[in-house]
T-cell receptor, first 116, second 114 residues
Framework: GAVVSQHPSRVICKSGTSVKIECRSL??????MFWYRQFPKQSLMLMAT?????????EQGVEKDKFLINHASLTLSTLTVTSAHPEDSSFYIC????????????FGDGTRLSIL | SQKIEQNSEALNIQEGKTATLTCNYT??????LQWYRQDPGRGPVFLLL?????KEKRKERLKVTFDTTLKQSLFHITASQPADSATYLC?????????????FGQGTELSVKP
């Protein structure tokens, strides 16, 4: 099946640091990538959608200047949490999908972000 | 607004039995519905997609039904095994299928005891 690699799997850093998370589709061209946030025992909350070569679209309530998304190629999207604070601590998961909007999403294994 | 509800209580069953998980939705008529499996600390893994014109879909020990009248999907695992223990999520496309965005249920945690 389709493989999506997310890196790093875990980050622990001080408040005020910016953290970059990478999401790569290894064996298919990901026209669209999605970024989610998940709190313990809760469902995935969509943060933003990125399409290769265009600006990401953010869901209501998600600060675009806080969560910078770049989708420079068909296999790579990055999420940068800028000036992270303890409230940004969470599990961040990316997913990738091919051309057709009704295709399943293929998820990375998530990044556990802990801000001290 | 669209709502998805899954049984938030954990489901505990004995190995070999059939597990049945429920996904209900309101204010919407989706063209398809998806089921995912998520293990602790991992990303979800796609299992099955069922379209609105399909009543039932099977994949090995998995079976999904889609009742558009009841606005409900049932997810069955037959001959369950301890390795099936995980959280199972149902997902629907957002209304007007906004570029394939999905809305996820909160998931049902399944525990299969040997």
């Amino acid at each position: 099946g389709a493989v999506v690699s997310q890196h790093p799997s875990r980050v622990i850093c001080k408040s005020g640091t910016s953290v970059k998370i990478e999401c790569r589709s290894l064996d298919f061209q990901a026209t669209t990538m999605f970024w989610y946030r998940q709190f313990p025992k809760q469902s995935l909350m969509l943060m933003a959608t990125s399409n290769e070569g265009s600006k990401a679209t953010y869901e209501q309530g998600v600060e675009k200047d806080k969560f910078l998304i770049n989708h420079a190629s068909l296999t790579l999207s990055t999420l940068t949490v800028t000036s992270a604070h303890p409230e940004d601590s969470s599990f961040y998961i990316c997913s990738a999908r091919g051309v057709l909007s009704n295709q399943p999403q293929h998820f990375g294994d998530g990044t556990r972000l802990s801000i001290l | 607004s669209q709502k998805i509800e899954q049984n938030s209580e954990a489901l505990n069953i004995q190995e070999g039995k059939t597990a049945t998980l429920t996904c209900n939705y309101t204010n919407y008529s989706p063209a398809y519905l998806q089921w995912y499996r998520q293990d602790p600390g991992r990303g979800p893994v796609f299992l099955l997609l069922i379209r609105e014109n399909e009543k039932e879909k099977r994949k090995e020990r998995l079976k999904v039904t889609f009742d558009t009248t009841l606005k409900q999907s049932l997810f069955h695992i037959t001959a369950s095994q301890p390795a099936d223990s995980a959280t199972y999520l149902c997902a629907l496309p957002l209304i007007y299928n906004q570029g394939g965005k999905l809305i996820f249920g909160q998931g049902t945690e399944l525990s299969v005891k040997p």
